[in-house]
């Protein structure tokens, strides 16, 4: 079975704070996600990558930015935590075209 | 820019078959995908169309219409474990950007 791991399940936070978001996949797929799901705002894409070292912008990457060093792994950063950056962020991992698979979420609360 | 969309809430019976819309706008569109997502748990995978037409895998069906823009979630012989938000999602461009929709959080009542 493909498993995605997140490396927190619950976080709180400082405002100001660097927030590391770690997520690891162990079936060598290409492409990672990263998502943040609000109550009635659905899924919304925060950034992307489709290799490694490659990364593309989300429909809302501001706040944010990711690193992929290395396939298995790709990390979402919060450079400067707000409280607005408060939500549920899951991490997803696809081969080419295929389904997506996800981990059981990091629920961060920036205080 | 991709724009999904889908009904908020829908509510059915028991037993009864309900129908899920879905429309997009995308370019470089390359499949569509439909989500099972219970409170408090991750989105699990249900069905992928890439062609027209209608895939069928048990209870579940999913119809596209790349023409359209179109696709629906058809679930038959609906219990009441089927509560849960059904999410509409778009993969488009090269880098397989997954877009969702905001989610239809189906209620099956007695």
């Known amino acids: 079975d493909v498993k995605v791991t997140q490396s927190s399940r619950y976080l709180v936070k400082r405002t100001g704070e660097k927030v590391f978001l770690e997520c690891v996949q162990d079936m060598d797929h290409e492409n990672m996600f990263w998502y943040r799901q609000d109550p009635g705002l659905g899924l919304r894409l925060i950034y992307f990558?489709?290799?490694?070292?490659?990364?593309e912008k989300g429909d809302i990457p501001e706040g944010y930015s990711v690193s992929r060093e290395k396939k298995e792994r790709f990390s979402l950063i919060l450079e400067s935590a707000s409280t607005n950056q408060t939500s549920m962020y899951l991490c997803?991992?696809?081969?080419?075209?295929?389904?997506?698979?996800f981990g059981q979420g990091t629920r961060l609360t920036v205080v | 820019g991709q724009n999904i969309d889908q009904p908020t809430e829908m509510t059915a019976t028991e037993g009864a078959i309900v129908q899920i819309n879905c429309t997009y706008q995308t370019s470089g569109f390359n499949g569509l995908f439909w989500y099972q997502q219970h409170a408090g748990e991750a989105p699990t995978f249900l069905s992928y169309n890439v062609l027209d037409g209608l895939e069928e895998k048990g209870r579940f069906s999913s119809f596209l219409s790349r023409s359209k823009g179109y696709s629906y979630l058809l679930l038959k012989e609906l219990q009441m474990k089927d509560s849960a938000s059904y999410l509409c999602a778009v993969t488009a461009g090269g880098g397989n950007k997954l877009t969702f929709g905001t989610g239809t959080q189906l209620k099956v009542e007695l």
């Open positions: 990558s489709y290799d490694v070292k490659m990364k």
């Open positions: 997803a991992s696809s081969f080419q075209t295929t389904e997506a698979f």
